[in-house]
């Protein structure tokens, strides 16, 4: 796959928390860079995650079970917490069409994707704008076009943010549970 490119620098995230007298500081307990897992036309960026909802802050609980998530990278949802992932997705890559049991608020930081639904709708999204995803079968397209340093125009490389949340499961009259469905995606189920 190709490289992520200078365009997209890598991906920091900057953990607050409290000294012992209340003040708000800054958490070492993890490095700021995220480390990336490589997947089939992509790199995942897991920039926090959680197992409960509401999110137990006392004693740092919530760092100590992102930690562990570290070690051992969650599916795309979790069912009882929360996900914070940045994507890289390469030039011209689609994604495989896919469903989590999760609402799934995606945001455009770099580049131009499509959203593309199982029923063959789309919408081309641009740098800014956000997907509210509910459970629904979906793919995403890099659609970005990029000038390299000899003038010509090429793919280039798209960046989005994810946060996920669980939801109940999804029933849909005559169709019954529609069930997480990752296939070809290159991660685990959803935990």
């Not at 919530?62 to 051992?72: A, R, S, T, V």
């Not at 069409?97 to 199982?118: A, C, K, P, Q």
């Not at 995403?140 to 994810?162: C, F, H, Q, S, V």
């Amino acid at each position: 796959m190709t490289p992520l490119p200078q365009a997209l620098p890598d991906v920091k995230r900057f953990i607050t928390t409290h000294d012992n007298k209340g003040a708000a500081i800054f958490s070492t307990a993890v490095s700021e860079a995220v480390p990336q897992t490589s997947v089939p036309g992509a790199y995942f960026s897991l920039a926090y995650a959680t197992n409960s909802l509401p999110i137990s802050l006392q004693k740092d609980a919530d760092l100590c079970i992102y930690g562990n998530y570290l070690k051992e990278n969650p599916g795309l949802a979790i069912s009882t917490g929360s996900v914070c992932r940045v994507v890289d997705i390469g030039p011209g890559v689609t994604s495989a069409m896919h469903r989590t049991v999760s609402l799934n608020y995606g945001v455009v930081l770099e580049g131009e994707v499509e959203l593309i639904l199982d029923s063959g709708e789309t919408r081309r999204m641009q740098k800014g704008d956000i997907a509210i995803q509910r459970g629904t079968c979906h793919a995403w397209k890099n659609i970005t076009m990029t000038t390299g340093a000899d003038g010509r125009e090429g793919p280039g490389w798209a960046r989005m943010l994810y946060v996920l949340l669980p939801i109940d499961p999804v029933v849909v009259d005559g169709s019954g549970e529609l069930g997480e469905s990752v296939p070809g995606m290159g991660v685990q189920p959803s935990t």
